[in-house]
């Protein structure tokens, strides 16, 4: 069983930058693909980025690509996601996930066994 907690979530203003993060109480952590997925008001889910277990592949989504940087701290169970930039259509709930993976990560929802509550990032224009 792997818990997971994100953090780091807030009211910002457009252009500012936000870092997120997800802790997790897995026992061997670096055996687990993480991947952030976004919801906003009215939309569907969609993934944002992707890191393997060892921090060695990472992914991204074309809205997103340029603009924020993910990384990973196995030592302390905890994956990052930097935002930069931000824009009002970055506003959603944020959620980190992780799937057991060797060498690989998932970008789709059904690729992954664990979930977090979520954490509301809301930009102001």
């Known amino acids: 069983q792997v818990q997971l907690q994100e953090s780091g979530g807030g009211l910002v203003q457009a252009g500012d930058s936000l870092r997120l993060s997800c802790a997790a109480s897995a026992r061997r952590f670096g055996s687990y693909a993480v991947g952030w997925f976004r919801q906003a008001p009215g939309k569907e889910r969609e993934f944002v980025a992707a890191i393997s277990a060892n921090g060695a592949r990472t992914a991204f989504a074309e809205s997103v690509e340029g603009r924020l940087t993910i990384s990973r701290d196995n030592a302390q169970n905890t994956v990052y996601l930097h935002l930069n930039s931000l824009k009002p259509e970055d506003t959603a709930v944020y959620y980190c996930?992780?799937?057991?993976?060797?060498?690989?990560?998932?970008?789709?929802?059904?690729?992954?066994?664990?979930w977090g509550q979520g954490t509301q990032v809301t930009v102001s224009p």
């Open positions: 996930a992780a799937g057991e993976s060797v060498y690989w990560y998932y970008t789709k929802e059904h690729e992954y066994g664990y």
